[in-house]
């Protein structure tokens, strides 16, 4: 691993999962020296705690947070607006591997969907043709099933009874992926032994990781120099406004400053907000690369909901993967539904403990008894689609509390749309009738838990004045100031957002090695 003096101007990446961890190998596969700037710990396969709680406080990132909005996160969990990971490989060490692509039409929301009250549509300035040579690379990268000759996981019993309901209902398009988990040894990863600890990290390193995969690639070249532990607190900028350092704390709070040529920011859309309003300057007054206003705004988080079914017979869902398959019927935009955009079915399996805690918070007495004692004959889905951008769900600095280091944490306001809502009561209802159609006794519709898709917060654009960095996530504002991560996401799609992380982070490494080579930067 290299080890770069912190004042020799390098390329400083903020953030190690999937964009940061990405663009790390890319970059040093490409010739590149890179400073890896990762706030948490660096915990390996063999260090995971397959317990559901011990595992939370393992990984989570668990520094203090706040929320406001009417959405019932901040109701039911409001010291924990995301379940995100705090440790090198950042959330992709802990995600479900769900790698479906977006489509052509979730690039062109304005356009199609046309104007929604109170939605802040806006065309990517990239489209699906532009992107998919990048889809192609990250699916090879990440062993997704069911691609390039990739074969699927095998069924466990939640698929089954899931596509059991949808042939009921006359879905057409459900498979067991596509999954960035192997199904048989694939890029030095071993088969999945169906364990189902995809959220407590993957002790047996079958499912894709940048802690798998690309940091260790990236740590053969040479060229990275790896900092777990450490905290950045300001992008410092030079008189002509150009990104020049990373002032970072580490573990024990010692302040540290490394020169920069380059920045690219993939702290996740929390956090990435958070550490461009803390950098501003009387240059940049309402935060580094915020002229347009749009820093912390337009944030999306996902609609999302559970239903768990309660059938005579075991189903034993825990057993396999945590989520072992989808329906993408419902993906599509038609507004016939009564709502914009669509959404996934994705099975997923909770152990007691966590099933216990989110299923329904505050529930208790023979209501919550009932869906705990029928655990072993319980399938569970997961409803996941497109929520709208609006300019009032923000992130912004609440500096009325302060982390561990004194620094104002960041507050995530969230309300709902309407057209979010109604997607939500059409993917309950058909949820809960997919198992009736197979025999359910009973079925629960349990609200959305903290959010693990965080998104939007510095959004791509076309024009300076709608967003915040251009269309290879490179800021409107700062030359050599770059995005790295779901912040960029214009729109939210359908689709988990991971693939489509790693397919802009390949795609930003080429441009800016580019760029590098014709001094464009």
Not at 48 to 64: C, I, K, S, T, V
Not at 211 to 216: A, K, N, Q, S
Not at 412 to 440: I, K, P
Request: net charge negative; proline share 6%; charged share 20%.
């Amino acid at each position: 691993m290299a080890n770069i003096d912190q004042n020799e101007e390098a390329i400083v990446i903020i953030g190690s999962g999937a964009g940061g961890g990405t663009l790390a190998y890319e970059l040093t596969a490409k010739g590149l020296p890179v400073v890896v700037l990762e706030a948490g710990p660096y915990l390996r396969n063999e260090d995971y705690l397959n317990l559901e709680w011990e595992a939370f406080n393992q990984m989570a990132w668990l520094d203090p947070r706040t929320t406001s909005g009417s959405w019932r996160v901040a109701q039911d969990f409001p010291n924990l607006p995301a379940w995100i990971v705090k440790a090198v490989g950042g959330t992709t060490t802990h995600w479900s591997g769900a790698t479906p692509r977006f489509k052509a039409h979730e690039f062109k929301t304005r356009s199609v969907y046309g104007h929604l009250d109170g939605a802040n549509l806006l065309d990517w300035p990239i489209s699906l043709a532009d992107l998919e040579p990048y889809y192609d690379r990250a699916e090879k990268a990440m062993g997704s099933t069911h691609r390039h000759g990739r074969p699927p996981l095998p069924a466990n019993n939640n698929y089954k009874v899931l596509a059991g309901g949808a042939e009921q209902l006359g879905y057409k398009h459900y498979a067991t992926g596509p999954y960035a988990t192997n199904a048989e040894p694939y890029d030095g990863r071993p088969a999945s032994i169906q364990d189902g600890f995809n959220f407590q990290g993957d002790k047996n390193k079958s499912k894709w990781s940048t802690m798998v995969r690309e940091i260790p690639r990236a740590q053969e070249t040479g060229l990275l120099d790896l900092r777990p532990e450490s905290q950045a607190i300001q992008i410092t900028h030079d008189s002509s406004g150009r990104a020049d350092a990373v002032v970072y704390l580490d573990s024990e709070g010692n302040m540290h400053r490394q020169a920069a040529k380059l920045v690219c920011l993939a702290g996740n859309s929390i956090e990435t907000p958070r550490l461009l309003l803390m950098s501003a300057t009387a240059q940049f007054p309402n935060g580094l690369a915020n002229s347009s206003g749009q820093v912390g705004r337009n944030y999306m988080r996902h609609l999302t909901g559970s239903v768990y079914a309660q059938f005579d017979k075991p189903v034993s869902m825990y057993r396999g993967e945590t989520m072992a398959g989808l329906i993408a019927d419902e993906s599509v935009h038609d507004p016939s539904r009564g709502f914009a955009g669509g959404f996934y079915m994705e099975t997923i399996s909770l152990g007691p403990a966590f099933l216990a805690s989110f299923v329904e918070p505050g529930l208790w007495g023979k209501a919550f008894t009932d869906i705990i004692d029928a655990y072993k004959n319980t399938a569970g889905m997961w409803i996941v689609g497109e929520d709208m951008p609006q300019e009032s769900n923000a992130v912004t600095l609440n500096g009325s509390v302060q982390d561990a280091f004194g620094l104002p944490v960041p507050n995530v306001h969230f309300d709902d749309h309407t057209n979010d809502l109604a997607m939500r009561e059409y993917g309950y209802q058909h949820a809960q009738a997919l198992y009736s159609a197979v025999g359910a006794k009973s079925s629960h519709r349990t609200p959305p838990y903290p959010s693990t898709h965080n998104l939007g917060t510095a959004r791509m654009s076309e024009r300076p004045e709608d967003g915040v960095v251009d269309k290879w996530g490179r800021a409107h504002d700062v030359p050599n100031l770059f995005i790295s991560d779901g912040s960029v996401f214009t729109t939210s799609a359908a689709a988990n957002p991971t693939l489509t992380i790693v397919a802009l982070a390949i795609r930003q490494a080429e441009y800016i090695a580019d760029q590098l080579k014709s001094a464009g930067i």
